[in-house]
């Protein structure tokens, strides 16, 4: 059993996937750092702060302050964040915060026991 489906250390790092759904948006790979409870929190909190028009500003820092790279072909920058399609920016924040679980990788193992040190080993 591995520590990292309870406990999230400094410097962890995972892949989340989000599969396509045709005609909301196609599919995209990144690599995150999951964030702690505070984090959330603070997010919520800016989130019912945010005069009108800013909750997705609020939502693209945050997704750039916890997505290292992402397999898009833009710069992973707040304005290209807010230029992605509603229902893309929703289920990258909802992973990136810990509401939803990332869908499977393209290889089929689910995203939650996949090793990258293993896996370049075979």
């Known amino acids: ?3 990292t489906l309870y406990f999230i250390d400094d ?5 989340g996937h989000i599969l396509p759904i045709e005609g909301l948006h196609g599919a995209v790979t990144f690599q995150f750092r999951p964030m702690l409870y505070e984090q959330r929190q603070r997010v919520s909190e800016l989130l019912k702060a945010a005069a009108t028009g800013e909750a997705t500003q609020v939502l693209a820092a945050a997704i750039c302050q916890q997505v290292l790279s992402w ?3 833009r710069e992973l920058k707040p304005a290209n964040v ?3 399609r509603p229902k893309l ?3 990258i924040y909802l ?3 810990g509401h939803e679980a990332s869908d499977p990788l393209p290889s089929g193992q689910a995203v939650e026991t ?9």
Not at 114 to 122: F, G, L, P, R, S
């Open 71 to 73: 397999s898009l072909p």
């Open 82 to 84: 807010r230029r992605l």
């Open 114 to 122: 996949y090793d990258e040190i293993a896996d370049a080993k075979n």
């Open 89 to 91: 920016l929703d289920r």
């Open 11 to 15: 410097g962890y790092t995972q892949t």
């Open 95 to 97: 992973i990136v915060a």
């Open 1 to 3: 059993m591995t520590n």
